[in-house]
T-cell receptor, first 115, second 116 residues
C-alpha cells in the first residue's frame, strides 16, 4: 500500500536552533514529494517539492528538504527556527507511476518553536 | 492574488439536513480536489476532477455524498442527509495538469461543518 509516515506528532525547538521534521514514504515508482504548512484555521500552503534532480530542495520561508532514496525519506529542515514557524506541517507523496495527480498526506507534525 | 475560494467558511446544521459546499478553483487550473480533515483521520481525499470529469470518488460515502463540477469555475460537494460524523473541515484544492503532470495543489481556506 502507498503511504506516508510522519513519526513525530510534535516537534519542539528553541528559536534560533535548527529544526527537522521527519517524513518517510512507501510508494511504487519514483515519487513526487511535497511539504505543506497549515496555520490555525487556515488552508494548507505549499512549501516545497521534489520531482527529480538535486536531492536538496529549497522552498519558501527558508525551509529545505532532502530526498534520500535509499532511506525513502524526505525530511524538512531549517537552519534557524522562528517562533512564527510554529504550525502544522504535512508531508505528501504522489506516486510516480500512472500520474493521477492526487496526493497522499501524512498525519501531520505540529512544530512548536519557543522563544 | 489568485486563490481558491470556498463557501461557506462555517456551517452549523442539524442531522438530516442537506449541506452544499462550493469551491471556485484558481482560473486556469483544470484539476480540483475535495479533502476532509478531522483530528482522528487527518486529511482524506474524497474526490477529484480533471477537466470537470470525475477521476476518483472512492473516498466518498456514496449513499450520502455527491460531488460535481457544473462548470470550470465551480465545484460542489453535497451531503444529504448529513450526520454528526460528517462534522469536519472540508478543503477544496486546485492544480494545473499539463502534459500528464500535475503541479502542486493550492488549497482554499476550508469549510468547517458542524452537524448537531
Amino acid at each position: 500500500a502507498q503511504s506516508v509516515a510522519q513519526p513525530e506528532d510534535q516537534v519542539n525547538v528553541a528559536e534560533g536552533n535548527p529544526l527537522t521534521v521527519k517524513c518517510t514514504y512507501s510508494v511504487s515508482g519514483n515519487p513526487y514529494l511535497f511539504w505543506y504548512v497549515q496555520y490555525p484555521n487556515r488552508g494548507l500552503q505549499f512549501l516545497l517539492k521534489y520531482i527529480t534532480g538535486d536531492n536538496l530542495v529549497k522552498g519558501s520561508y527558508g525551509f529545505e528538504a532532502e530526498f534520500n532514496k535509499s532511506q525513502t525519506s524526505f525530511h524538512l529542515k531549517k537552519p534557524s527556527a522562528l517562533v512564527s514557524d510554529s504550525a502544522l506541517y504535512f508531508c505528501a507523496v504522489r506516486p510516480g507511476s500512472g500520474n493521477t495527480g492526487k496526493l497522499i498526506f501524512g498525519q501531520g507534525t505540529t512544530l512548536q518553536v519557543k522563544p | 492574488d489568485a486563490r481558491v475560494t470556498q463557501t461557506p467558511r462555517h456551517k452549523v446544521t442539524e442531522m438530516g439536513q442537506e449541506v452544499t459546499m462550493r469551491c471556485q478553483p484558481i482560473l486556469g487550473h483544470n484539476t480540483v480536489f475535495w479533502y476532509r480533515q478531522t483530528m482522528m483521520q487527518g486529511l482524506e481525499l474524497l474526490a477529484y476532477f480533471r477537466n470537470r470529469a470525475p477521476l476518483d470518488d472512492s473516498g466518498m460515502p456514496k449513499d450520502r455524498f455527491s460531488a460535481e463540477m457544473p462548470d470550470a469555475t465551480l465545484a460542489t460537494l453535497k451531503i444529504q442527509p448529513s450526520e454528526p460524523r460528517d462534522s469536519a473541515v472540508y478543503f477544496c484544492a486546485s492544480s494545473r495538469t499539463s502534459g500528464g503532470v500535475t503541479g502542486e495543489l493550492f488549497f482554499g481556506e476550508g469549510s468547517r461543518l458542524t452537524v448537531l
